[in-house]
């Protein structure tokens, strides 16, 4: 009885052990070779130069003072002069660096996005701060300037490559042989939800949890909440006649007259920074997105640094929960530890992990890995030496063909020929027999009496 033919399948598209895992598939998110170049490019160049201006303030205050000063524990203007680098720019470097050892994987796409989102808007304000009257004849003016400059566009090319430079789902792949460049072995078994990159060896970013990514969405989103409301707060009380200088909520948001060292974002422009990327966080995170992980990562780092950094500066005016200050610092204080405790719930959250196994790598010279070297689906495996006529793999015969296939129909071609390393196409189970128009043999000769 003849069965049905069965239906070409576009390769890595079947049900089998190699499904999902061809170009159609598993490639699907994978950031493109020159993207990923480019991009490790940008955050290379960004990184070395806030490393430069980390060593100009090294050799101008020492160590010790730079990192005090980093952390709220001493002053500027007090104990030494103003200086250039502060705790943003720690966050900066550990994000940039991030996204530089990110670049290795196809799915460095997300890191870039998270990368380029914290250049571009923590350094935007440089524009506006030294293009401004007030800021003319400032030491390192032109430099300032145009470190602000150069991270604004950095930072919008790592968006962009990070969000255009993913190599579409049926593109071709890489190699000589573009039907099959793309097998890389028996597939692993998938990994469970939330393990997708290291499960595909990096090709497909990983996303969140369902669990986590709940958490870390309302996380996000209860922290723009709340630094919306102490904004609100804000700017009540700094446009009371009665309180400090006027227009003094505006200079905070500007940061005309009011920034700590030289390439500080503005207060309250970094707090409306950080509510604009906790609701894109919260977004993402509910959504499950593979740009939570990355962003979700970085901005609980800025959190919870910054909320140090205040808890520090509190601690050296001794004002610390100290018996006597005004409920409104108190209050200051109790909300500042919660964010110090919610950064760490989104790091300890989103950090991204190692999902599952990565599949097994191609076979190369040596011997062949255990079962014999992997083949594309539907194939029959190549005979092997020695064996009986009927096993596979037999010196002789060939073994026979699949059962989907009816007699007296070729096999639809599954592989390259034979001179690219495949073996060929197996032959019927029998012997051919003699063509109907073939010659007679010829004849016996008579036999002796």
Known sequence: MQQPMQQPMQYGAGTGAGAGQGYGAGARGALAPGARAAGAALCAAMLAVEIAWVIRDLKAVGLHDTLWTWLGLLLPGNEHGLLATGGLDAVLIVVLAGALVASRRPSAGWAFVAAGLFAAVYRLPEVWIFTADWTKGAPLHDRALSTGIGFVVAGIALIVLGLAGRRPADAPPPGP?????????????????????????????????????????????????????????????????????????????????????????????????????????????????????????????????????????????????????????????????????????????????????????????????????????????PPAYGGAADTPGAFGPPPNLPPNLPPQQSQPPQRPPASYGYPPSAPPSTPPRTPPNAPPPPAEPPRGQ
């Open 177 to 381: 042989y573009p039907a099959y460049g793309a097998y890389q072995g028996p597939a692993a078994a998938p990994a469970p939800y939330g393990g997708g990159g290291a499960a595909t060896g990096g090709q497909v970013p990983a996303r969140p949890g369902d669990g986590p990514a709940v958490v870390a969405g309302l996380l996000a989103l209860a922290l723009a909440l709340e630094l919306t409301g102490w904004q609100f707060y804000y700017v009540q009380k700094y446009n009371d006649p009665g309180y400090g200088e006027p227009h003094l909520y505006k200079h905070l948001i500007t940061g005309e007259r009011t920034i700590e060292y030289l390439l500080a974002a503005p207060t309250y422009y970094g707090a409306w920074a950080a509510v604009a990327l906790g609701v894109v966080l919260a977004v993402a995170a509910l959504a499950r997105a593979p740009l939570a992980r990355t962003l979700g990562t970085a901005l609980g780092f800025l959190v919870a640094l910054n909320a140090v950094i205040s808890l520090d500066a509190w601690h050296k005016e001794r004002l610390l929960f100290k018996d006597g200050i005004p409920t409104f610092f108190v209050a200051q204080q109790g909300f500042e530890i919660g964010e110090l405790v919610a950064g760490l719930l989104l790091l300890v959250l989103l950090i991204p992990k190692a999902g599952g196994p990565r599949p097994a790598p191609a076979p190369a010279w040596g011997p062949p890995p255990a079962g014999g070297f992997p083949h594309p689906p539907q194939a029959p495996p």
